[in-house]
C-alpha cells in the first residue's frame, strides 16, 4: 500500500513536468531538453530558500519564476539568435548546472522532515491535520494538478492562447496574420518551463533534497507520460488531454514501481525509461501496420 501511495504522488508532482513537456512537444512541435535544467533550477531554489528558514509557499512561487525564466532564455536562442530548438535547450540545461551550484552551494542540500533538524514544506500543515505523509503529498498535489489544468485550460482558450496553438500549427499562416510569432514562442516556453520549476520544487520538499542530478532523464520521463497519456486515452479535447497527461504520469510511476518490485535493478531504470519511450513511441506504427495486414487478409478472401 506504501508502494501504491509513493508512486502515485510522484506521479501527480510529475505530471506537473509532464504538462510542460507536453505544451512544447505537442503545442511547438519541439522537445525542449531545457526542462532537464529548469526542473533543477526550481528544486534548487525552493530547497535552498526553505533550508535557510524561508517560506516553503514563496520558494516554490520563486521556483515557477526561474522556471520561467529558464524557457526565457530558450526562447530567446532560439527566436531571436536564430539557434536550433533542440541545441538552445541543451545550452540552457548545460547553463542550468552551473547556476544550481550557484544558489545551492553545493551538489546537494537535504530538507529533512523529521528530527531536531526538521523543516518546514508545503506539505507540513496537512501533516500537522492528522494526514500522513503520503496522503499530504497525494492531496496538496491533486489540488495542484486541478488549479494547473484549470489555469492553462482558459489561458488557452483566450485570443493570445489560441494564437500560442496556432503558432505551433502552421507559424507562417499566423505570421501572415500580424501575430509575432516569435513572442508566442517565447511565452509557451516561459510557461512550460515555469510548470516543470514547479514540479521540481514540489518534488524536491516530497522526497527530503534537492540534488544537482536529479534532472537527468527529465525529458524522457515527460514523453513516457505524454505518449502513455496518448495511446492509452486518444482524447480529443485540449480538456481532456491535460487530465489524460495527469494520468499518464501516474501510471507511468506506477510502472516504475511494479518493475523495481518485481526485482528490476536500479541501475537498470534508465534504459527501462528509453525502452518505454520507444515502445510508446512505435505503438501507433505497430497498430497501423496490422490494421493494413488484417485489410490485406480481407482483400484476399
Known sequence: MLILQGAISLGLLWSLMAIGVYLTFRILGVPDLSVEGTI???????????????????ATLLAIL???????????????????????????????????????GTSNVPLPPHG?????????????????RHVSIISLGSFVALIVIVLLFWFFSTELGSAIRATGN????????????????????MISNGMVGLSGALVAQSQG???????????????????????L??????????????????????????????????????????????IALTLPLIHEKILKLIEKNKSRR
Open 40 to 58: 533543477i533550477l526550481g528544486a534548487a531554489m525552493a530547497a535552498s530558500m526553505i533550508s535557510q528558514g524561508g517560506n516553503p509557499f514563496v
Open 66 to 104: 526561474v522556471g520561467c525564466a529558464g524557457g526565457l532564455t530558450t526562447g530567446i536562442l532560439q527566436t531571436k539568435l536564430r539557434i536550433p530548438p533542440i541545441l538552445s535547450g541543451i545550452l540552457t540545461m548545460v547553463a542550468s548546472y552551473s547556476i544550481v551550484i550557484r544558489i545551492m
Open 116 to 132: 531536531p533538524q526538521r523543516v518546514i514544506s508545503v506539505y507540513t500543515f496537512l501533516q500537522e491535520m492528522g494526514l500522513s
Open 170 to 189: 502552421n507559424r507562417q499562416m499566423v505570421k501572415a496574420q500580424g501575430v509575432n510569432t516569435d513572442a508566442m514562442i517565447i511565452l509557451c516556453l
Open 209 to 231: 533534497f534537492a540534488s544537482v542530478d536529479m534532472g537527468v532523464g527529465t525529458i524522457v520521463i515527460g514523453l513516457a507520460s505524454v505518449i502513455i497519456a496518448e495511446v
Open 233 to 278: 486515452f486518444r482524447v480529443r479535447s485540449f480538456w481532456a488531454r491535460l487530465v489524460s497527461l495527469v494520468a499518464g504520469a501516474v501510471i507511468y510511476r506506477l510502472i516504475i514501481a511494479l518493475v523495481l518490485g518485481l526485482g528490476m535493478l536500479p541501475a537498470d531504470l534508465r534504459l527501462f525509461q528509453a525502452i518505454t519511450v520507444v
